[in-house]
Each structure stands twice: as C-alpha cells, then as structure tokens.
C-alpha cells in the first residue's frame, strides 16, 4: 500500500478524533516489536505497519459526538462504535486496497479468542493471525492511554495493562500472543515507546512507514 495514502488516511483520523494521535504511533511500534520477535521479514513488516496505523479507519464514518463523548457510551451508542471495523474495511475496499493483511487486521482486530467479540463473532484460529496479535497490542494501549474516564498512565498502568492482559489469555485473547507481548514488555523493550510516545507529551504527526522505521531504529540503537 502506498505509504502516502496511508500517511493522508491516518491525518484523516487524527482530523476527527486527535486523542488517536499518539496512539497511533505507539500500536504502529508495538506491531513492528512483535513483528521483529516474530522473525518476519522487513517487506512482511511494513504491511503489518500499515494496517496498524489504518486498524481505526473505520472511525472516519462514527459521529464525532460518540468518538469524543467523556462518559459511558450508551447501549446504542457502543453499537455503532462495533460497526467501524466493517465501515474501515468497506472504506479501504472501495480505494482498491488488496493487501489481506491490512483489510484482515482492519476488520478483525475486535474478535475475541472465545468467540465473544464483535462484529462477526470469529473465535480461535477463525481470526486471522495479524488480527490475533493486534487485539492484545490495542488493549495494552488503551489501557496505559489518557481517557475521560481514566487517568493512571506510566510504569503502574503498564503493570496493571500486563495483568489483564494475561487473565484474558485463552478467553479474550491468544495465549501466544500474549506470551509474546508480555515478555517484550518484561524485558524492557517496549519502554521507549510507552515513555517517549505517552499522551503528555507532543508527538510527532504521523509520518510514512519508513519514517517510523527510522525512528525505531534509532531508537533501537540507542
């Protein structure tokens, strides 16, 4: 997929909803950790950053009021939320996106192991493998992201993150991706992406795939 096209689709976004700003890069960082722990190849990889970055295009097509509300969402309101992995994928169909892996992550990152997910209910290896791991990368962020309804971010929400995370393992998650993220997490190499792309602090807007890449490689060096 062509990096400007995704760069333009991802400043979309951040236009309709910028608290998606950092977390954007983060879960885009997040995936190529798990992708490099994997041993996939860079080409494999730059897919995968792709739909990382596009996995909520489908919030493009949600009211503004929903996206931004501070409180509980309503009943109803949580049903047109379950629709953006649909609307994305409908969305990337019609500007000829072909590539499986980010029309699957796109459209799948919302299923649970257990079957218990939305919005077709795909449990076990039904979801497809980008999609698997995915799930578990976007929880670990919104649970260690600035809400309306949250407030505790840093080294004790990321612990706390890890905990629910591995109660869920075989229920809401993979069990292997969650043992893979966890022992990223455990051995400190997630750290400079959960610090130096946290909510309080500017971040970059969002660049290409290879911008990113050169960023986490330098940061990878240091």
Known sequence: MDPARVEQLVHAIEGKDMSTAAHTWRVVLYTRAM???????????RHLTHAAALHD???????REILA????????????IKQHPVTGYARLVTLDVDDPLVLDLV?????RWD????????????????ARYFAVIDTFDALTSVRPYRHKVGDEAAHDAIIELK???????????????SGLFETGRLDWILH????ECPVPRYGDVDQLNRAYAARRRE
């Open 35 to 45: 992708a490099e722990e994997a041993g996939l190849d860079l080409d494999r990889i």
């Open 57 to 63: 295009v489908g919030k493009l097509d949600i009211p």
């Open 69 to 80: 509300k501070p409180g509980r969402l309503t009943a109803e309101e949580f049903e047109v």
């Open 107 to 111: 459209r799948f990152h919302h299923e």
């Open 115 to 130: 079957g218990l997910g939305y919005p077709y209910g795909y449990a076990l290896e039904q979801i497809p493998v980008a």
């Open 167 to 181: 109660k869920g393992a075989g229920t809401r998650y993979a069990p292997d991706a969650v043992e893979m993220f």
């Open 196 to 199: 130096y792309f946290n909510d």
